[in-house]
């Protein structure tokens, strides 16, 4: 099933959620009306959800796509670099989907309830979790981790075939049945995927992390069990739920039952006048009245079992929960970066609340605690991330964008613009900073950054910003929900570029950049003559050449090429 959307052009309104514009200015893209929190590897898709609408922007054709609705993008990279994403489409019940073509489509799910997560660059695999015939977590795991894969057709409605569920931990760390095996990112190469296992209450987190074999068969593994169970405390059996108490109505003929039930419901009619209350007694014989007695007693002997060993298990998971050195992952923290290596995520001593932030080797299993300021939403091939500190749109207090770039200190985006594009950080304080007046601390400036996402690099940078300065005296100031802006280093920096896949490729004056799976490097005069070749040649190649326009050949490793004609 598809949901119709409004393609928008810079000169045309949404039909959905009030008027959208594309503006550019000072080298920034301006979208008014969208609201943008992930973008493609290759920078040429955008995507957001907010108020009750999603957005996405087509980069090169500047055409914003806006649907009404519920709607709830992913945890991991939730855009592809064709214009394929990942997210949820609500309506009574989460149902998993994904954007392609100008339309949202309902992932297939053989009639489950479920939730669309992340998906590799190329659209080719989305991961989810789709639910299971338990209700109750108590009872077992309710929710299991789900893969769709691209069938090739050319139907957008059909774009993904049926989901393959993966193997998945059947025990928590006490022993029990999980209540949800959730997935959250998946690797750019799609052969590793990481997610979270809730214990039986869901109280406490797991990490787990799958891998595909060369053989294509998927394993998972558990990791942080020692922070867990920082003793090892041995857990008595679970003894689950406890014995059913008797009914007396069960031990009652049709005849008497029925008659009982309805002066039951005409009681509770007349306003259940307690001395008027129909005693199940007066409806049975004193055999029946007997039969009853003596299940009931065996049920209160057996529960009297069955608590004493209930007690004991609660007394040692309190113990475990209560050990002062306990961590356990933050619920639905974590994200991975995109080779799959290693994963980050907010850890907490009570579950509740984070108390740190840990990075996780994903093949040695190795843990380090790593000090950030603010949380993360994205880890870049290079290891830069992007993040925000939360703000609060009830008292109009706005989110802070932060990014962290790889070999440097984390700090605010601003001063990353100050640093590195100051014409950046002017326009930030031109155009992202408006007068809020708020109850608490009057009328007041104030810049708003948002929640920014990025390419690798930072080189394109995008974020996008809730409008809580509507009552300002502004030019569109009420007229748009939100607002996002593409800030693209490139621009009026010479011949670059920024190409998708795993051949990505930027040329910075005599400095061309590679992405980690080049594999050969060649570079030829505008003769066709062969002037340089390296059989892998790094991230960073800085070629000893005349200066000149020169053809530059990229091969990854799977044998993806990549053609760029730069000036060096």
């Not at 995109?338 to 843990?367: C, E, L, R, V």
Request: proline residues 6%; hydrophobic residues 35%; contains cysteine.
């Amino acid at each position: 099933m598809s949901m119709a959307l409004s393609a928008v052009t810079p000169a045309l309104y949404a039909q959905t959620t009030g008027e959208t514009d594309v503006e550019e200015t000072d080298g920034v893209t301006i979208y008014k009306g969208a609201y943008i929190s992930d973008i493609s590897s290759n920078g040429k898709w955008l995507a957001g959800a907010i108020l009750e609408s999603a957005s996405v922007v087509d980069v090169e054709k500047k055409i914003i796509y806006v649907e009404e609705g519920q709607f709830e993008l992913g945890t991991g990279s939730r855009v592809a670099d064709n214009g394929v994403i990942a997210g949820d489409i609500s309506t009574m019940a989460e149902i998993p989907g994904y954007f392609k073509d100008g339309n949202w489509y309902y992932l297939p799910t053989n009639g489950r309830i479920g939730l669309s997560r992340a998906i590799t660059p190329d659209g080719q695999t989305l991961i989810g979790i789709l639910g299971t015939d338990v209700q109750q977590g108590y009872d077992g795991v309710t929710h299991v981790p789900a893969i769709w894969h691209a069938t090739g057709s050319d139907d957008p409605e059909k774009y993904f075939g049926d989901p393959e569920i993966r193997p998945y931990p059947e025990k928590d760390f006490t022993g029990r049945a999980p209540q949800i095996v959730s997935t959250m990112a998946i690797s750019d190469d799609g052969n590793v995927i990481m997610g979270q296992m809730w214990d039986n209450y869901g109280y406490v987190t797991q990490p787990v992390v799958w891998t595909k074999g060369d053989d294509g068969k998927w394993t998972y593994r558990l990791y942080c069990s020692e922070k867990l169970n920082p003793d090892n405390v041995q857990f008595p059996e679970w003894v689950g739920d406890g014995p059913e108490s008797p009914n007396p109505v069960d031990f009652m003929p049709d005849e008497e039952r029925e008659q009982y039930n309805e002066d039951l419901n005409e009681w509770m009619a007349g306003g259940s006048d307690p001395d008027e209350y129909p005693e199940p007694e007066e409806y049975m014989t004193s055999e029946e009245i007997d039969a009853y007695n003596e299940a009931m007693e065996k049920f209160l002997a057996e529960y009297d079992e069955w608590n004493e060993k209930w007690i004991a298990f609660m007394t040692v998971y309190q113990e475990v929960r209560n050990n002062p050195n306990f961590k356990c992952i933050m619920i639905n923290s974590g994200k991975m970066n995109p080779q799959g290596t290693y994963f980050i995520a907010d850890w907490s001593h009570t579950g509740s609340s984070p108390d740190g932030t840990m990075k996780i080797d994903i093949a040695s299993g190795n843990t380090e605690d790593i000090k950030v300021n603010f949380r993360i939403g994205q880890i870049l091939r290079d290891g830069s991330m992007t993040g925000r500190i939360d703000g609060n749109t009830i008292v109009k207090i706005p989110d802070v964008a932060y990014v962290w770039p790889a070999g440097k200190e984390p700090m605010t985006l601003f001063d990353y613009f100050e640093q590195t594009k100051p014409e950046f950080a002017e326009f930030m304080d031109d155009y992202m900073t408006h007068m809020v007046t708020s109850e608490y601390d009057g009328e007041q400036s104030v810049q708003f950054s948002g929640f920014p996402c990025a390419t690798n690099g930072l080189e394109v940078i995008a974020t996008g910003v809730y409008n809580i300065w509507a009552d300002a005296d502004e030019p569109d100031a009420d007229k748009y929900p939100a607002f996002s802006y593409l800030f693209d280093t490139n621009k009026g920096s010479g011949i670059n570029a920024v190409l998708s896949g795993y051949t990505d490729m930027k040329v910075n004056g005599s400095v061309i950049t590679l992405g980690s799976k080049v594999s050969t490097l060649e570079i030829y005069d505008l003769s066709g003559a062969l002037v340089l070749s390296m059989n892998k040649p790094g991230m960073r190649v800085e070629p000893a050449l005349e200066g000149g326009v020169y053809v530059i050949r990229a091969i990854s490793e799977t044998g993806v090429t990549t053609v760029l004609k730069a000036r060096l």
